[in-house]
């Protein structure tokens, strides 16, 4: 493939067509650099590489250059040529795709690359070139053929990385697992300013300028970057991307009008910019982020985005729990999805050809009653939507549903029930929530401890809770069953820590009432391993 121009780059690249043919399989010397570039006098690759989205035959492959990456990158205002190379061996023997394309100064000069023409269900090996500097070898992986019989599925379930809240001790254990794919729910940055255990690199951010310097802040993590260089990720954001409990078009802050919405765009171009992810750049204070993702015939994981099209929140009293509720929250007009997406999701779940249906999303679905209260933040603030999403989770012809969450700074495992508010009606799914990577978790916060046992004595279906460790979750999905292995960490507050499993818990399908079986109650093993080191090093360097 010969070098791309600005135009081809933006038509084939960024909206994810075929933006690079397959070469022929033939050796190539160590290290090939481009010719005739102008020289970089800085590593641009400061940020690392990444990959993301896998289907059967492409891979989103990512970078950014920035010899300066805290001071707007330090690239010059110009088109810079970067070549890429993907091999099917970590030696680099048999280079499968190559080519150039620019890095533009519109986009901070990250590359969006889709590698199509690549064989479904294997590891592939991938590394850029520009300015005379060569990147980290990254390693990533296809998706299953679409309906393939797959026998297991294992991935890590991340949210809530606050940079003032620790070190990401668990990204550093994370890197060491053995995984498919990093499914991240949202919070990869935080907005705000102030210090912690780690200071932020400014106040809080509201110019496209400042978003870029706090995502190049949190990327020049060893840890996240290694995560990063090792496995495929699928993201969807939160709240801290753009504002604090934002919704919508509604600013908690009570920014209005244009200002808003250019806080807005700057904070979804460069959540763009800064993700392996399968779409075109946003143009202005909105962008399209729903969709899914098959893993052979397994799973389809719908990514859904929860803040975008949201209703204003209803029953508020400060920003702390509401009980009772007002009249306003039954309103059946009132929508966490929008209609669009709701529609969307609900074709999707009912779509079939997979075992389980994986519904990515960032905060809590369960009905959970938290300091006599509920959060209105949540999907308890919004009740007929998820009822209307539950009604299509009960439907029996649909896969097994599993929903994960993250956002609120605890772990947990709970049922879902027919009827939210009724632990009598049937269980329709599962919900698994990741505790923070780094985030203050609710324990921390509140300055005590013990309280998932009282959540879990109090809350109706929640057989699980961990509200004082930080870490993440690992998922493991095989066509009969889902287990999630809660990871926690010893600290966030050093450099380095001790990783275990504080409780395992698997769900079968026919505990959500599909197959012949009778459902047979979820299985919640407590473990409390032994408690491994985590390297300040990860082991995997590429």
Known sequence: MGHLSRRHFLGLVVVGAAASGVAPRLPVAASPR?????????????????????????????????????????????????????????????????????????????????????????????????????????????????????????????????????YYTAYAA???????????????????????????????????????????????????????????????????????????????????????????????????????????????????????LDWGGLARFCVLDTRQYRDTPVCLVGDGPVYPACPDLDDPTRSMLGADQEAWLAEQLRAGGVSWNVIAQSVVFARLQLFGGFNMDQWDGYVPARQRLLDVLADTSTPCPVVLSGDIHAAG???LFADAADPTTPVVGTEFVCTAISSSTIGRSFGTTGLGAVLEATVPGLDYANADDNGYLLMTVTPEAVTGDFRVMSTVEQPTATVGTDASVTVTCAELGRGDTPPPPSTTTTTTSAASPVRATPRYTG
């Open 34 to 166: 481009l010719a005739g570039q102008p020289a970089l006098s800085d590593d641009p690759f400061t940020l690392g590489v990444a990959s993301g989205e896998p289907h059967p035959d492409s891979v989103v492959l990512w970078t950014r250059l920035a010899p300066d990456p805290l001071a707007g990158g330090g690239m010059p205002d110009a088109d810079v040529a970067v070549a890429y190379e993907v091999a099917a061996d970590e030696g680099f023997a048999d280079v499968v795709a190559q080519g150039t394309l620019d890095a533009l100064p519109e986009h901070a000069h990250s590359i969006h690359l889709v590698v199509t023409g690549l064989e479904a269900d294997r590891l592939y090996w991938y590394r850029f070139r520009a300015g005379g500097w060569d990147s980290p070898v990254g390693r990533t992986r296809t998706a299953p053929a679409l309906g393939a019989s797959v026998a297991r599925l294992r991935f890590a379930l991340a949210s809530c990385q606050n940079w003032t809240g620790g």
């Open 174 to 292: 994370m890197a060491d697992e053995d995984l498919d794919l990093v499914v991240h729910v949202g919070d990869y940055i935080y907005e705000g300013g102030g210090a912690g255990v780690r200071p932020h690199n400014g106040d809080e951010v509201f110019t496209l300028a400042e978003y870029r310097n706090r995502y190049a802040l949190y990327k020049g993590d060893e840890h996240l970057r290694a995560v990063h260089q090792r496995f495929p990720f699928v993201a969807t954001w939160d709240d801290h991307e753009v504002e604090n409990n934002y919704a919508g078009d509604v600013s908690q802050d009570g920014i209005t009008g244009p200002a808003w919405l250019e806080r807005r765009a700057a904070a979804y171009k460069a959540w763009w910019e800064h993700l392996p992810v399968r779409m075109a750049p946003p143009t202005g204070p909105d962008l399209q982020i729903h969709r899914t």
């Open 413 to 415: 495992h709970a049922a």
